[in-house]
């Protein structure tokens, strides 16, 4: 099943303390993309990807990392995590070069006190 | 930045009647993109429409677009229960090439259907 996994699901964290949040498809696309949709301000682009070992920030890129080292693969990082990165999260990927749907994976709902 | 914006923010119906929301946003497209979120969960992408296209159907959905005006429509008919959700429109500028595909959606309008 054509499919974009996150994981993990729900995550509850404390200030600083670093964090990975994985993501992977299974559709051999060349673009993914993260996301985070906080009430009030829809879903804003964190980072993206265009291809392995391409990255480029989004709107949103303060205090996050991402790396592609495979193409399945886009972890997303949060080194220092902070209370106001309390979000919702969601990876995508897509690969059609002239209309680029969207698959979204599941979302990670992450809370950081 | 965001630049879909969308009308109405919430929309309450009974089951069989018709939904329609609608999306504008202000730079040039290469197209114009539908997607549908149940509370808490990923997206899911309806229906496509390129900028020199006007109407596309699928189902129980029609989409419109009207590029002088920078707007689009998605008319739901026939609506049931389980088309609650949140609606999304989501544009891809005409230099997505360069962009990772990237999508500005709009702030979503929350449809809901009473049986």
């Known amino acids: 099943e054509a499919q974009v996994t996150q994981n993990p699901r729900y995550l509850i964290t404390v200030t600083g303390k670093k964090l990975t949040v994985t993501c992977s498809q299974n559709m051999n696309h060349e673009y993914m993309s993260w996301y985070r949709q906080d009430p009030g301000l829809g879903l804003r682009q964190i980072y993206y990807?265009?291809?392995?070992?391409?990255?480029d920030k989004g709107d949103v890129p303060e205090g996050y990392k991402v790396s592609r080292k495979e193409k399945r693969n886009f972890p997303l990082i949060l080194e220092s995590p902070s209370p106001n990165q309390t979000s919702l999260y969601f990876c995508?990927?897509?690969?059609?070069?002239?209309?680029?749907?969207?698959?979204f994976g599941p979302g990670t709902r992450l809370t950081v006190t | 930045s965001q630049q879909g914006e969308e009308d109405p923010q919430a929309l309450s119906i009974q089951e069989g009647e018709n939904a329609t929301m609608n999306c504008s946003y202000k730079t040039s497209i290469n197209n114009l993109q539908w997607y549908r979120q149940n509370s808490g969960r990923g997206l899911v992408h309806l229906i496509l429409?390129?900028?020199?296209?006007r109407e596309k159907h699928s189902g129980r959905l029609r989409v419109t677009l009207d590029t002088s005006k920078k707007s689009s429509s998605l008319l739901i008919t026939a609506s049931r229960a389980a088309d609650t959700a949140s609606y999304f429109c989501?544009?891809?500028?005409?230099?997505?090439?360069?962009?990772?595909?990237?999508?500005?959606f709009g702030q979503g309008t929350e449809l809901s259907v009473k049986p």
């Open positions: 429409i390129r900028s020199n296209e």
């Open positions: 989501a544009t891809a500028d005409r230099g997505i090439y360069n962009q990772g595909g990237k999508l500005i």
């Open positions: 990807s265009m291809n392995v070992e391409v990255t």
């Open positions: 995508a990927s897509s690969n059609s070069r002239t209309t680029y749907e969207q698959y």
